[in-house]
Each structure stands twice: as C-alpha cells, then as structure tokens.
C-alpha cells in the first residue's frame, strides 16, 4: 500500500487523466489492470472517481428539458402554416 | 394523443415501426403525429442547440429551423437511420450554416479542437516532480460517500452542474449535452458532430473534469 513508484506504476497525476478512457472500456487491457493496481492501492483515486461517476448520475438527473406552452402553441403554427402552403 | 413514440425507438440507428408510422402520419398532415415529435424531441433540440449557438434566442431560431427542415425533407426521409438522428442532423446543419453566418455563435470548425489543454485536477493537488511519491495526491479528494443523496439532488446542486456546463468551451458542452444530460451513446454522438471516437472522449473527459471540480468545490466549501 505504501509502495509508490515502484517501475512501470501509475501516479494519481497519471490515473485522473485516464479516468473517462476507463469507464468508457476504451483502455487497451494492461492499462487497465495498471488503472485498477493503483485502484485497489490508492484510496484517493477511489474517491476521485467515485466523484466522476457521482458528477455524472447528476447530469443525468439534471430537470428533464420540457416543452413550454408558448412553444408547443408557437410549433402548431408553424404546423399548420406549413400544411397549408404544402396544399395538404 | 393518438400517436407516441417508445423510449426505445428513440436511438437505434433504424427506424422503429412506430417511429416509421409517426413519418406516415406527418406525411399525410396529421398534426397529432407532429405533436407527438415535438413533445419528444423539442426541448432536447432546446438544450442541444444551446450548446451549439450559446444564445438563447439564436437557439430558438435554429430549432425553428430545424422543425421546418423536418416538415420539408419529411417525404424524402429514407429511414437509413434512426428519426432522432436525422433530426438532429438537420438541428446541427441548421446550427452549422447559423455560425457560417454569425461569427460571434458557433466555433463549429473548431469542433474537433479540444477548448482547453488544462489538467483535470489542478497540479497543487499533487506531490511535485522530485519529491518521494511525487504525482501522488497531497491532498485527497473529499469522500462524498458521506454526503446524503438529497444533497445530490438539490436544485441549488442542479444549478452548480447546470452553470457549470453553461461555462464550458462549446465542444466539450456539445458532447457532454448530448452524452451525460442526454444519455446518447458516444458513437452517434460521433456520428452527427463528424468526430473521432477519440476525440470525443477528450470533449468528454475535459468536460467532466471541470464539472466535477465545480461540484466538489460547491460541495465541500457550500
Ligand atoms: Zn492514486
């Protein structure tokens, strides 16, 4: 646990910058058994990716986008303009 | 409403049979079946063309575009890919030929560029060069196991990641709109802004890195 820097081991500089490359499974794979070494040694880049994942469950709760009268009212015109001058 | 679109149809790089009775349906006038887009796709068209143009009102505009290029190409739509796709494709047109028009909105030829080359977290948080254990963390990053997930969920939490996202360079902003908020899979991503698979995982992953370190400053300072 306390051996840093020992040969070809990833850094926590390193590990952050390989983070997306990771949960995007585009990591050939010894680079991800280095990823998950330095996973399984290092506490705090459990918690930074821990953060990333929590960063994106947020994003995708953010307010689902919705359709706003005005606009939906607005649409319909164009609709119906559309299909009128198409002769329809 | 007498027609409506699966979750599933949604992506997919085919049409499904509901998607291609919805195109029937606009191709004879039925309003219903208009509607039923609309109510879909609008407000997503919304927040991507927002992160195309930047200004809400250029957004508007090209999302009117949009729709009108959609009832005009309707009868020539093929079904060789998926409606959502084609839709957007003629959103990111309609946006393309606005920056070609407008040099203040859209850096479009600068989609493949990346925005920024910063690190994802800032180097202080790092043990220097030339030290025992140097680029290892010295400080850690806060646990946010702790935190209660109504924190997460908070609307002032919300508006952070919202701001956040607003402030991003407009490419990084494109693909995480459109992968994160959206939830589209990186390959159409790809496919409609023209990029690699490797590029957009650098958009992606700067985009995500300064959100994350928005949120972890709102989180352990707020
Ligand atoms: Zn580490």
């Given at each position: 646990?306390?051996?840093?820097?020992t040969g070809?081991?990833l850094?926590?500089?390193e590990?952050v910058?390989l983070?997306t490359d990771?949960?995007?499974?585009?990591?050939?794979?010894?680079e991800r058994a280095r990823?998950?070494?330095?996973?399984?040694?290092?506490?705090?880049?459990?918690d930074?990716?821990?953060?990333?994942?929590?960063?994106?469950g947020?994003l995708?709760?953010?307010?689902p986008?919705t359709?706003?009268?005005?606009?939906r009212?607005?649409?319909?015109?164009?609709?119906?303009?559309w299909?009128a001058?198409a002769g329809? | 409403?007498?027609i409506?679109?699966?979750?599933?149809s949604?992506?997919?790089?085919s049409?499904?049979?509901?998607?291609?009775?919805?195109v029937?349906?606009l191709?004879?006038?039925?309003e219903a079946?208009f509607?039923?887009?609309?109510?879909?796709y609008?407000?997503?068209?919304?927040r991507?063309?927002?992160?195309?143009?930047?200004?809400?009102?250029?957004?508007?505009?090209?999302?009117?575009e949009t729709?009108?290029?959609v009832?005009?190409?309707?009868a020539r739509?093929?079904?060789?890919?998926?409606?959502?796709t084609?839709?957007?494709?003629i959103l990111?047109?309609?946006?393309r030929?606005?920056?070609?028009?407008e040099?203040r909105?859209?850096?479009?030829?600068?989609?493949?560029?990346?925005g920024?080359e910063?690190?994802?977290?800032?180097p202080?948080?790092?043990?220097?060069?030339?030290?025992?254990?140097?680029g290892?963390?010295s400080s850690?990053p806060?646990?946010?196991?702790g935190?209660p997930?109504e924190r997460?969920?908070?609307?002032e939490t919300r508006a952070v990641?919202?701001?956040?996202?607003a402030?991003l360079?407009p490419?990084q902003?494109?693909?995480?709109?459109l992968?994160?908020?959206?939830?589209w899979?990186?390959?159409?991503?790809?496919?409609?802004?023209?990029i690699?698979?490797?590029?957009?995982?650098?958009?992606?992953?700067?985009?995500?890195?300064?959100?994350?370190?928005?949120?972890?400053?709102?989180?352990?300072?707020?």
């Open positions: 646990m306390d051996q840093h820097n070809d081991e850094t926590c500089r590990l910058e983070v990771y949960l995007e499974q585009a990591l050939p794979a010894p990823f998950d070494a330095h996973l399984a040694a290092c506490e705090g880049c459990r930074y990716l821990d953060q990333i994942r929590r960063t994106i947020v995708g709760r953010l307010d986008a359709l706003t009268d005005d606009e009212t607005r649409l319909i015109a164009l609709f119906r303009g299909r001058g329809r | 409403m007498s409506a679109l699966s979750p599933q949604a992506g997919g790089t049409p499904g049979t509901d998607e291609l009775a919805l029937e349906a191709r004879r006038g039925d079946a509607l039923a887009l609309v109510e879909r609008h407000a997503p068209l919304m991507a063309a927002l992160a195309y143009v930047g200004s809400r009102a250029v957004a508007e505009e090209v999302v009117q729709w009108i290029g009832l005009q190409g309707i739509f093929e079904g060789r890919s998926s409606l959502k084609w839709i957007y494709r990111s047109n309609c946006a030929s606005r920056g070609a028009r040099a909105s859209v850096p479009f030829a600068d989609l493949g560029a990346t920024d910063g690190p994802s977290v800032d202080a948080s790092f043990i220097p060069p030339g030290q025992v254990d140097a290892w963390w850690h806060a646990s946010w196991a935190l997930e997460f969920l908070a609307a990641i919202e701001g956040a996202v402030t360079p490419a902003r494109t693909v995480i709109t992968r994160d908020i959206e939830g899979p990186a390959d159409e991503v790809c496919q409609l802004l023209a690699s698979d490797a590029n957009q995982r650098v958009l992606l992953h700067r985009a995500r890195a300064r959100v994350r370190a928005a949120l972890a400053r709102y989180l352990t300072e707020g």
